[in-house]
């Protein structure tokens, strides 16, 4: 392409100097622009456009084909040419198998037979849909190299971080610098004012005359002593019952957990709804712990993060594709498939209501409509879980006393709830008229 | 001097203790309780270590061939290539058009199924677009032609790298969720 390319720029240059082969040149020109667009096109054929290439491959393959791993099929980096290097087949035949992989089994074809039962009798989904020129695109996005992670340069970051250190550390020690020249420029105002007053034979007030220390004088002013008394009694009544009071209280806890799981990557940047892991809390009393498998659902996929999640990793110190194989190692997964070699995660449990109280998560989501950061806080935003609210119940009660109840649209209970507004001579019910006040509620 | 020197010791003694006081706080481990025998059950706790199986979990698998109480019916068609084509071919929906309930539907499907197919089944759900899960077909996809068997069946058992949603959703769920793929996918097709 690029040799048509030059030739026709040179037949030009010919072109402008000699006149007299206009017709020849003009011909010659036309013929290779001909011959360029011929030539083009059939590279397009022949190669694909890989990155037409790429979004068809991610939005058809890359459900069950890796470039590099085998997933639910094999691997597909450069398999047109492996395919013709090791089993001598052709794009025919990788055309013939995309479109309709079981046809092809079907009629006995060796190679084709080899491979379905090589990956345990998985059929390929059939693509009809896959003309020619799509096809090729694919497989020219599949004969592109394997690009090296790029790694990330921090150092535009790191620099810009670095100036404003530097600029704050100027700063500082011109402060610094500033308030040690104040300090000497008062000393020697001080010395030479002293030297001023002992030539003029003025005497400088230094020494003091004996005096009552002052504890004893404290000791003897009786009214102090009692107010100081009440006050540090006071104060440190004030400090023990705080203590006193918390105890018991988990607000704030923030265990290290076996697998450090980011509730700020799932939940906040992917948007994955909290009740995806925690379904039991739709339906029982427990939010429950997910289990393993519902981290598989994804991560039977997603066995690395994103370069950029990564480099977010080491901010908290994190290595995420570690935790990945950690994951990996607990459930039993060797990349393919399940080993059947689990072990059980060690999840350190956060929010624990004391025994004697009783909570029901499905009666607030559920029924009450509670959103699950009213009580458990940002935790979109949190990279690691902490407990957010105090637990205890006093603020039980008082979100009790607060809430409304949501009547609208409940029209079995309508009447009940007409009776008790009337009762209470209220526009709207909180769940402390209907009762969430009641010791029998929580406690029994 | 000497006296700056008793008051400055004075001073210092009084901030470490704070300071020792303040740094008990660690929040990295629960905080004390008063009786702690009112707060820890008696009885084991779901998922507590326990010596009295041999895996050393309280919580065990029920055992083989155990069902659930309550309206609950096997499902007998097999996780395998052969289960899925007579699924697709033969399973209907025990739902009559009166139990089907979009509005029920529509939660649980964005819930645990919209984060990848997409809100509306166009297989651009957001981990496909945020480029964590890619090959996420569309709902009329015409290679996959999706029937309602195949879709329950698929739900049921997972199929290829989606995984089984047996345990998030139960039967009359996952019916729910069927029939509103079916009318996302109709939407689509349109």
């Known amino acids: 392409m690029k040799k048509s390319y030059q030739s026709l720029e040179d037949n030009s240059t010919y072109y402008m100097k000699q006149v007299i082969y206009r017709s020849l040149t003009s011909r010659i020109v036309s013929l290779c622009f001909a011959l360029l667009l011929a030539f083009s096109t ?81 059929p390929m989904t ?29 150092n535009t970051n ?28 008062l000393v020697l105002v001080n010395r030479t004012l002293n030297r001023f007053a002992k030539a003029k034979d003025i005497e400088v007030f230094t020494a003091q005359e004996k005096r009552t220390p002052l504890w004893k004088a404290f000791v003897q002013n ?81 066995s690395e993060v994103a370069p950029e999640t990564l480099a977010e990793g080491t901010e908290y110190g994190v290595d995420y594709n570690a935790e990945i194989q950690k994951l990996y190692d607990a459930v039993g997964w060797d990349g393919t498939g399940y080993t059947g070699d689990s072990k059980p995660v060690k999840w350190i449990r956060i929010h624990n209501l004391p025994d004697f109280a009783y909570f029901n998560h499905s009666q607030h989501v559920e029924v009450g409509g509670i959103e699950c950061q009213t009580c458990h806080g940002p935790v979109e935003e949190m990279e690691i879980m902490y407990q957010n609210a105090p637990l205890t119940m006093g603020w039980c009660i008082n979100c009790h006393r607060e809430t409304n109840v949501k009547v609208k649209d409940n029209e079995y209970y309508t009447k009940i709830h007409e009776e008790l507004s009337k009762k209470y001579g209220v526009e709207q019910l909180t769940v402390a008229q209907m009762g969430g006040l009641e010791c029998g509620k929580c406690h029994y | 001097m000497h006296i700056n020197m008793k008051i400055a010791t004075k001073y210092i003694v009084a901030l470490v203790l ?29 998922y507590q270590e326990s010596d009295a199986f041999k895996n050393g979990v309280e919580a065990q698998l029920p055992a083989e061939g ?112 069927v029939a509103y793929v079916e009318k996302l996918k109709a939407d689509l097709e349109k």
């Open chain 1, 42 to 122: 059939s590279l397009t054929a022949q190669e694909g456009d890989p990155v037409n290439g790429k979004s068809l491959y991610n939005s058809n393959c890359a459900a069950c084909h890796k470039l590099d791993k085998p997933m639910t099929g094999p691997a597909l980096r450069n398999v047109e040419a492996r395919l013709a290097d090791e089993q001598g087949l052709d794009r025919e035949w990788l055309s013939a198998w995309i479109r309709n992989s079981s046809s092809l089994i079907k009629s006995g074809d060796a190679y084709a037979n080899k491979i379905f039962n090589e990956y345990n009798g998985t």
């Open chain 1, 158 to 185: 790191e620099g810009a971080s670095q100036q404003g250190g530097v600029s704050n550390d100027i700063i500082l020690g011109a402060l610094a610098l500033l308030f040690g020249l104040l300090a000497m420029a």
């Open chain 2, 66 to 177: 155990s069902i659930p109480r309550g309206d609950f019916m096997p499902f007998e068609i097999e996780n395998t290539n052969e289960g899925f084509a007579y699924a697709k071919a033969n399973l209907k929906s025990p739902l009559d058009s009166l139990q089907v309930d979009y509005t029920e539907g529509k939660i649980l499907y964005d819930i645990y199924c919209g984060i990848c197919h997409g809100n509306k089944g166009d297989g651009k759900g957001k981990l496909v677009q945020r480029e964590k899960i890619l090959g996420v077909p569309s709902y009329d996809d015409v290679g996959r032609a999706i029937t309602t068997g195949s879709i329950y069946h698929v739900i049921y058992y997972g199929k290829n790298t989606m995984g089984s949603y047996a345990n998030q959703l139960n039967e009359t769920e996952r019916w729910q969720v």
């Open chain 1, 222 to 302: 009786q009214f102090l002593v009692l107010v100081t008394a009440i006050i540090f009694l006071l104060a440190s009544g004030y400090f023990v019952y705080g203590y006193f009071m918390q105890v018991g209280v988990d607000q704030g806890y923030e265990p290290v957990q076996p697998i450090h799981y980011s509730h700020r990557i799932h939940a906040g940047d992917n948007g994955i709804d909290c009740k995806y892991c925690h379904s039991s809390a739709r339906v029982s009393k427990t939010s429950g712990i997910p289990s393993l498998n519902v981290c598989m659902n994804c991560h039977k996929s997603i």
């Open chain 2, 18 to 46: 704070l300071v020792s006081f303040v740094s008990c706080q660690n929040n990295s481990r629960p905080n004390y309780q008063y009786m702690p025998n009112m707060y820890e059950s008696v009885g084991y706790e779901t």
């Open chain 1, 126 to 154: 059939p693509f009809p849909q896959l003309s020619d020129q799509d096809i090729s695109d694919i497989l020219a996005y599949t004969a592109e190299e394997k690009k090296e992670p790029v790694v990330v340069e921090s």
